[in-house]
C-alpha cells in the first residue's frame, strides 16, 4: 500500500522557517518524483515544488524561489521542503505527491499525480 506521510507543519509568524516532512513508503521511491503542493482557503491546489528523483531537476513556484528547498533522503524514503522567510500568503495546507511519470515536473498539474498524502496545515501569521 502506497503512503505518504507529511509533518512538520504548524504556525509561525511572517519571517519565520519551517521544515515540511514526507515519508514515503509502498513504492519505489528512487523511481518517482516527488512534489509538494498547497491548498489556501478558496483557491486551487498549486504546486509549491518538485524534484524528479535521479533526473538532477527541480522545479520551484516562481513566489517561492529562493525562500523555499526541496530534498530527498533516498535512503529514508523521505522528501524535505525546508521553507524560510515565510509569508501570510504561504498559509495553507501543504501536500506531498508522488508520480511515476517525471514529466509532471513540466506542468505540476496535480491531476496528473499518482499519490498523495493527506495534508500538513502550515499558518503564517502577519
Known amino acids: 500500500e502506497v503512503q505518504l506521510v507529511e509533518s512538520g507543519g504548524g504556525l509561525v509568524q511572517a519571517g519565520g522557517s519551517l521544515t515540511l516532512s514526507c515519508a514515503a513508503s509502498?513504492?519505489?521511491?528512487?523511481?518517482?518524483?516527488i512534489g509538494w503542493f498547497r491548498q489556501a482557503p478558496g483557491k486551487e491546489r498549486e504546486g509549491v515544488s518538485c524534484?524528479?528523483?535521479?533526473?538532477?531537476?527541480?522545479y520551484y513556484l516562481d513566489s517561492v524561489k529562493g525562500r523555499f528547498t526541496i530534498s530527498t533522503d533516498n535512503a529514508k524514503n523521505t522528501v524535505f521542503l525546508q521553507m524560510n522567510n515565510l509569508k501570510p500568503e504561504d498559509t495553507g495546507v501543504y501536500y506531498c505527491?508522488?508520480?511515476?511519470?517525471?514529466?509532471?515536473?513540466?506542468?505540476?498539474?496535480?491531476?496528473?499525480?499518482?499519490?498523495w498524502g493527506q495534508g500538513t496545515q502550515v499558518t503564517v501569521s502577519s
Open positions: 509502498g513504492f519505489t521511491f528512487d523511481d518517482y518524483a
Open positions: 505527491a508522488a508520480a511515476w511519470e517525471t514529466w509532471v515536473i513540466e506542468t505540476m498539474n496535480s491531476d496528473d499525480w499518482d499519490h
Open positions: 524534484i524528479p528523483n535521479g533526473d538532477g531537476r527541480t
